[in-house]
């Protein structure tokens, strides 16, 4: 291989790893957007009790701008001016007189077919819930008792719309009780990140119920079944996007890839960082970590610092003698602890402990992880074995020079994510 071949790929290499850090998020801003849709089969149709953030509802409804210069307001809101900026407010007046106009725009926007039949839905009942006092909405039972007791939403102080959720009860009449149906939306809010919408579809036919999760605001239809097996598939989809979209998750594993030498030392390393996410996402999930808000960022600065650290290691000459595989063994466990945490933090938020069949939800959003994690050491591998086929001064000019890129964006998340512990923690 040419020094000016060898030298473009580095450059592309590093170029590629700086450019995708940019869309680097924290795992706990990846999921805010929940939406929640049980479905209750009844003698002649479907029932979904839905939990809906309002701005799904109503972000695109606002108009054009009037007099003083704000827009014309969304159904069921006021507008008002707020520190020089558009705030918008839920309208108790205008929900009084139609309490249950929030669930016909819930409706239109949710498309129920069973058999390739559409039918239009009825609406039968609304709540609105101050996010954060809101019931819980994690089962049927939960869903049901939510809806029983209207809305908890207090008239003053007013409340802002993003801080509102909105429950909506609608029964589908079919004639019959489908086995097999579609769920999609037509809701297109155009709101910040709301790519990344989390929804949990949760199915109570004549068996368990069975959990589907999917992301985005559901413009492809998902098919909803009896088959247990296709709601597994759901989570250990979502395990696998979930590390192959956390940027820093990436740099770490490509770090423990590159410091490998030989398939052995690689077995050891991977294995330890499977061990130590398995362990604190469960634990994480379940809730036996702190609950101050420091500690989501505490979390974030950790994994940023594992990345700097797994990037030192790369480029150092560690031996390939079991007490120096043993010693990296314990330190890839160390930090796939940080890694398993911040799993925890999405799945947490999607997926509440009292959800049926938790278990199984969980198991296969962990295997999702590991079907990722395999697929980031067989692309990065490949290219380091290629590089060896050249002499040791190739392959090691490819490992320092991804080591340094990605110790250098782990560095500027260290500073950023850091900077965010620290005023949480003096708050």
Same mark, same amino acid.
């Given at each position: 291989m040419s020094d000016r071949l /060898?030298? %473009? !790929? !580095? =450059? $592309?290499v590093t170029a590629f790893l700086i450019v995708s850090a940019v869309a680097s998020q924290a795992h706990f801003l990846l999921n805010l957007n929940v939406r929640i849709f049980h =479905? *209750?089969? %009844?003698?002649? &149709? !479907?029932r979904i009790f839905m939990r809906v953030p309002m701005p799904y509802l109503v972000a695109d409804k606002t108009g054009e701008p009037i007099e003083g210069g704000l827009p014309s307001a969304? @159904?069921? %809101?006021t507008n008002a001016f707020e520190d020089g900026r558009v705030v918008h407010f839920v309208d @108790?007046? *205008? #929900?009084?007189v139609d309490p249950l106009g929030l669930g016909q725009i819930a409706e239109t926007g949710t498309v129920l077919?069973? /058999?390739e039949t559409h039918v239009p839905g009825n609406v039968e009942y609304v709540a609105l819930h101050r996010v954060g006092e809101e019931p819980g909405f994690a089962t049927l039972n939960e869903a049901k008792h939510a809806v029983s007791q209207g809305s908890t939403l207090k008239d003053n102080p007013l409340a802002y719309v993003g801080d509102v959720v909105v429950d909506t009860v609608i029964n589908y009449n079919f004639g019959h009780a489908p086995s097999a149906y579609t769920l999609s939306s037509l809701l297109n809010p155009g709101l910040p990140d709301q790519d990344m919408t989390a929804n949990l579809i949760l199915d109570y036919g004549v068996s368990d119920p069975l959990v589907f999760r999917t992301r985005g605001l559901m413009k492809d239809p998902i098919e909803v079944s009896r088959s247990r097996m296709a709601g597994i598939v759901t989570f250990v989809w979502e395990g696998v996007r979930h590390i192959l979209e956390g940027i820093d998750h990436v740099l770490f594993v490509v770090c423990l890839v590159i410091g490998a030498h030989g398939l052995h030392a690689l077995l050891w390393r991977v294995t330890g960082f499977t061990v130590g996410h398995s362990v604190t996402l469960s634990l994480g999930f379940f809730g036996y970590v702190p609950s101050g808000a420091w500690f =989501? @960022?505490?979390v974030e600065t &950790? #994994?940023?610092l594992s990345i700097i650290y797994a990037a030192f290691l790369a480029v150092l000459e560690v031996g390939s003698d079991i007490d120096s595989n043993r010693k990296v063994f314990v330190i890839t466990v160390l930090m796939g602890l940080l890694h398993g945490l911040g799993f925890s933090f999405v799945l947490h938020e999607i997926l509440q402990v %009292? $959800? @049926?069949n938790i278990w199984q939800s969980l198991l296969a959003f962990n295997v999702g992880v590991e079907v990722g994690q395999l697929a980031i050491v067989l692309m990065t591998w490949p290219l380091l074995s290629l590089f060896a086929r050249f002499g040791p001064t190739p392959e090691m000019s490819l490992r320092v020079s991804i080591a340094i890129s990605c110790g250098t964006i782990a560095s500027w998340w260290t500073f950023v994510r850091g900077k965010d512990f620290l005023e949480m923690l003096l708050s």
């Open positions: /060898r030298n %473009t !790929l !580095l =450059v $592309s =479905v *209750e089969h %009844t003698n002649d &149709g !479907l969304a @159904p069921f %809101t @108790p007046a *205008e #929900i009084a077919m069973a /058999r =989501v @960022p505490f &950790g #994994i940023a %009292t $959800s @049926p």
